[in-house]
C-alpha cells in the first residue's frame, strides 16, 4: 500500500501496529513519502522518525486553552498562519525539538499549582519557583527526512467523530481551521481530497 500512497497518517504511535511498520514506513518517508503522526493523546515517544524532539509530561502544569499556528510560510499553515485557536484542555507531550524541526504551531502552559506562589511565602527551592515560568511548547512540528517529510500535531481531541460519509451539516461542525489544515495536507500530499492516495496506519 506504501508504494502506491502519496501521504500516510498514523493516530497512534504507541500502538503495535505502528512499531510493526515503522522501519517500513521511515524507508518510504526516506524515499520521499509524507508522514503525518496525528497523535491527539500526545502518545508518542522515542522513534528515530522523531529523532530530535524531547518529550515531557509534567502534571504540575496546567493544560493549556488555546494554541496558535506559526506566523510562517509553510504549505499547511496557507490560511492559517498567525490564527490563535480556542480548544479545550491540551496538554502536548514535546518539551522542545532540535533546529531539524520547524514550528508550525504552539502553545503555553501554566502552572497547576498557583497557590503556592499566589501568596506572600518565601520561595523554598529551584523547582518550586520554577513553577511560575509558563512553558511553551510545540503542538505542530514538521521536518524534512532524507527525500520526505515527518509531520507532528498534538493538537488534543476534537469533538466531531469521524465518520466514511459526512453530509453537509455534520460537516459543519468540524472547526474551520481544521477544515482548512485538511485541506492544505491534501494539497500539499499532492491530491485535493482524493482518499485513494492515503493510507492509514493503526487504530
Known amino acids: 500500500m506504501l508504494s502506491r500512497a502519496k501521504l500516510a497518517i498514523v493516530y497512534d504511535p504507541s500502538s503495535a501496529a505502528y512499531r510493526k511498520l515503522q522501519p517500513a514506513l521511515e524507508a518510504w518517508v526516506r524515499g520521499g513519502g509524507k508522514l503525518l503522526i496525528w497523535d491527539p493523546l500526545s502518545r508518542a515517544g522515542a ?13 504540575a502544569h496546567e493544560p493549556a486553552r ?3 499556528y506559526a506566523d510562517a510560510a509553510y504549505p499547511l499553515l496557507t490560511g492559517l498562519s498567525g490564527a490563535t485557536i480556542q480548544t479545550g484542555p491540551l496538554l502536548p507531550g514535546m518539551r522542545a ?3 531539524a524541526w520547524r514550528e508550525l504551531a504552539y502553545t503555553v502552559v501554566m502552572s497547576g499549582n498557583a497557590e503556592q506562589y499566589a501568596r506572600p511565602w518565601d520561595t523554598f527551592g529551584p523547582r518550586w519557583t520554577s513553577l511560575i ?8 512540528v514538521a521536518r524534512e527526512y532524507g527525500a520526505g517529510t515527518v509531520i507532528v500535531a498534538q493538537m488534543g481531541v476534537w469533538n466531531t467523530p469521524p465518520k466514511a460519509q459526512m453530509n453537509a451539516d455534520r460537516l459543519q461542525e468540524v472547526p474551520p481551521h481544521l477544515r482548512k489544515l485538511a485541506e492544505n495536507l491534501m494539497n500539499w500530499a499532492g491530491r485535493k481530497g ?3 492516495d492515503v493510507s492509514r496506519v493503526g487504530p
Not at 133 to 140: G, W
Open 47 to 59: 522513534d528515530s522518525l522523531l529523532e530530535g524532539i524531547t518529550f515531557w509530561a509534567d502534571p
Open 66 to 68: 488555546k494554541f496558535a
Open 97 to 99: 525539538a532540535s533546529p
Open 133 to 140: 515560568n509558563t512553558v511553551r511548547m510545540p503542538v505542530m
Open 194 to 196: 482524493s482518499a485513494t
